[in-house]
């Protein structure tokens, strides 16, 4: 089993910046590709980035390419996302999640997820 558990949401002006964290509890972090998703209200839940577990291979939406970064630190057990640039439609819940099937890829069912940290967007 692994647990997730995430922080540094909150409110942000546009153009700002924030660091969303995911910290990870468990043996096998390392093993395991890391996601991070948002649901806005009325919508879908989407990814935003992935990062495999070496933190080698990166991808990102088209939303967020160029403004997002994510990253990690397996010897903390945790992966971050830089969010720079920060505008309205940004606003969502955002989930880091693992997927203990795979290193690289991460997918819509993954294997364990996060409760969520609220990211509001709003001057």
């Known amino acids: 089993q692994l647990q997730l558990a995430e922080s540094g949401g909150g409110l942000v002006q546009p153009g700002g910046s924030l660091r969303l964290s995911c910290v990870a509890s468990?043996?096998?972090?390392?093993?395991?590709?890391i996601g991070w998703f948002r649901q806005a209200p009325g919508k879908e839940r989407e990814e935003i980035s992935c990062i495999s577990s070496s933190g080698i291979s990166t991808n990102y939406a088209d939303s967020v390419k160029g403004r997002f970064t994510i990253s990690r630190d397996n010897a903390k057990n945790t992966v971050y996302l830089q969010m720079d640039s920060l505008k309205p439609e940004d606003t969502a819940v955002y989930y880091c999640?693992?997927?203990?099937?795979?290193?690289?890829?991460?997918?819509?069912?993954?294997?364990?997820w996060g409760q969520g940290t609220q990211v509001t967007v709003s001057s």
């Open positions: 999640a693992a997927n203990a099937r795979s290193t690289r890829l991460c997918v819509t069912d993954m294997s364990y």
């Open positions: 468990g043996s096998t972090f390392d093993l395991y590709a």
